[in-house]
């Protein structure tokens, strides 16, 4: 043991610990650098998409001298989708619907299509979409026992099924008669953008309405309307039934 020295473990230990982190952290950015790395490959997409986005802000913006038009209906994606149409006519020919106007809506689109409001008593009447007869699926129906029967066939860019019209005349005939309903309080209305007539079958036995006239009928209840919401939304159904003429 003489001129020798025990070896000092702890000594060793330290330096093999401090070793051992050194390389952790050398791991550790190494990882830190790939993952930066990664996160920026995948972003590329997503920040491509966002320059896009502001692009084509900016030209909207420069096109309408910095004004913009809000269109809730375009926002939304409703386009010329006829189920989604139907649905927001339905609520607004409904006077138990919570736009506040009662049968405002309803006799406006009444008179349009040429009905005797007068004579027909729409208090607690009952408007209902997709209703499915016998042959057909019928947009909209608006009914009161014993006293009147509407079917509304809704179109706004799709073809017409084969015999289409008749089989749906057909159907409000047996309504009709299942609700105790006169023969010439039973209308069919046929709803499109320009007023065209059915072609699938005998165009005689129904009314057609336009939705260019329907938005001018709307269009004259804004003073009507007292909610600036509903006054809103009412002017943007207009402009959006007035872009398919």
Known sequence: MHGRHAPDHHAAAESVRECLVTNMTQIADVRSFFEQFRSRIEAGPRLAHMRRFFTDAEKLLRAGDGRTEFKLLDLTGVGTDEVRH????????????????????????????????????TERCLVRTEFVGSESVVDIVIAKTKCFLVFIENKTVSAEGERQVDREYRDMQRLGDSLQIPFDKRFAIFLTPTGRPPVSG??????????????????????????????YFLDDLVQHYNRWS
């Open 202 to 231: 005998d165009p005689r036995r129904w009314r057609r309405v336009s939705y260019q006239k329907l938005a001018e009928s709307f269009s004259r209840l804004l003073p009507k309307i007292q909610d600036p919401k509903m006054c």
């Open 86 to 121: 139907s649905a927001i006519l339905a609520w607004l020919l409904n006077p138990h619907s919570r736009h506040g106007c009662r049968e405002l809506f309803l006799h406006a689109f009444f008179g349009e299509a040429g009905l005797p409001v007068s004579d027909l008593n």
